[in-house]
């Protein structure tokens, strides 16, 4: 059973900065992708950033150039530096890790508070 527990998040002013991380039960490698999601109130959870096995990474347009995800294979953690937060980032923030067979495994999420 693959657990992912996300910390880091917090209330901070607009503009300021956060690190999320999130960290696996078992060798990241194992992973396909893995990637950081967000969910407001009364709002769809979606994807915010995403980092693939070879290092490759993507991003949601509202937040390029201020997020920035990273992996560290040797302490199975991937990380999501948020800096130029904005009240609308506010949001719980899921770790998700897809395997190469598909499955899909999700964190506890972290709740991320940016005030005006």
């Known amino acids: 059973q693959v657990h992912l527990v996300e910390s880091g998040g917090g209330l901070v002013q607009a503009g300021g900065s956060l690190r999320l991380s999130c960290l696996a039960s078992g060798s990241i490698f194992s992973f396909k992708h893995m990637g950081w999601y967000r969910q407001a109130p009364g709002k769809q959870r979606d994807l915010v950033a995403a980092i693939s096995s070879d290092g490759s990474t993507n991003y949601v347009d509202s937040v390029k150039g201020r997020f920035t995800i990273s992996r560290d294979n040797a302490k199975n953690t ?4 948020m800096s130029s937060l904005k009240p609308e980032d506010t949001a719980v923030y899921y770790c998700k890790a897809e395997s190469w067979q598909r ?3 999700w964190g506890q999420g972290t709740q991320v ?4």
């Open 78 to 81: 991937v990380y999501l530096q």
């Open 113 to 116: 508070t940016v005030s005006s």
């Open 103 to 105: 499955d899909d495994y």
